[in-house]
Nanobody, 126 residues
Framework: QMQLVESGGGLVQAGGSLRLACAASGRTFGIDGVGWFRQAPGKEREFVAAISWGGGATYYTDSVKGRFTISRDNAKNTVYLQMNSLKPEETAVYYC???????????????????WGQGTQVTVSS
């Protein structure tokens, strides 16, 4: 089993920055894929970014490219999401998740992931 705990959410003005962290316990990341998703009220959960733990390849949804950066710290068993130039429409609960058998085709799909954190609220004011 693996437990994921997100932190770093909060209230920020439009154009501001936040850094989210996803700390894993119970088992260490092996060849897992780690993703960040977000869900706004009344909307479906959507893919934001992902990183392949083994190779370090990164993936982003088009709307965040150039503004968000996903990274990892092997020693701390933690994945980060640096979010810059935030927009009000990006207000949502942000979740991290782990896919034990990641594929390029599935890494953007929530149902492919095996473990989820409880989420952290990000609110961007206009």
């Amino acid at each position: 089993q693996m437990q994921l705990v997100e932190s770093g959410g909060g209230l920020v003005q439009a154009g501001g920055s936040l850094r989210l962290a996803c700390a894993a316990s119970g088992r260490t990341f092996g060849i897992d894929g780690v993703g960040w998703f977000r869900q706004a009220p009344g909307k479906e959960r959507e893919f934001v970014a992902a990183i392949s733990w083994g190779g370090g390849a990164t993936y982003y949804t088009d709307s965040v490219k150039g503004r968000f950066t996903i990274s990892r710290d092997n020693a701390k068993n933690t994945v980060y999401l640096q979010m810059n130039s935030l927009k009000p429409e990006e207000t949502a609960v942000y979740y991290c998740a782990v896919d034990k058998s990641p594929t390029i085709r599935g890494i953007r799909t929530p149902r492919e992931y095996d473990y989820w954190g409880q989420g952290t609220q990000v609110t961007v004011s206009s």
